[in-house]
């Protein structure tokens, strides 16, 4: 990470959803490494919650939060991959919004160092939406960690060099 230890630190609100119609608050694993990456990193985590795979639920929950001015980015775990129950993709794209094609491009690259070729079957995306940051990664523990630690770290950093999401924030919404 090309950070310039000059510039001040700004803390990013974000907010945590996991997608799953199997995991408790026990046993999200790859939400609690997130959780433990984001208050690790600086950031503060705005809110947390799990919900069911079911695109309506989805949308409803992340544009709750897209309307929150408390809360900066989004990251979604789970609801990725190839299944029918795996509707993440399809949530984000009834939001709306811009697209983000080098984050789910730059995922693939990173996870396929781990765990080869079946990266293939990630749809793990980006979007911004209506000046929100919504990432979706999928739910296993690497690939959180790929994701966080490999993009997310340092694109939500401040002070990364050349550049970083957190000094488009305030012209997200221009027009």
Known sequence: MAV??????????????????TRTEADDTSGDILA???????????QRTIVKDDADTLVRAIENWIDD?????????????????????EALQRIGGKDIPGFGELFRWLSFTTIGTSTIQSRACA??????????????????????????????????RPCN???????????
């Open 165 to 175: 999401f957190v000094d488009l924030m305030p012209r997200l919404q221009e027009v």
């Open 69 to 89: 001015p408390a809360i900066d980015a989004i990251v979604t775990t789970g609801g990725t991959g190839l299944t029918g129950r795996d509707v993440t993709p």
């Open 4 to 21: 310039d230890e000059s510039l001040v630190f700004k803390p990013v609100n974000i907010a945590l959803l996991t997608v799953s119609d």
């Open 127 to 160: 979007v911004v939406a209506r000046g929100t940051y919504v990432f979706a990664l999928p739910g296993s523990n690497g690939a959180v960690k790929d994701g966080w630690d490999g993009i997310l770290q340092e694109q939500l950093d401040s002070r990364n």
């Open 36 to 46: 433990q990456r984001i208050a690790d990193a600086g950031h503060n985590l705005a």
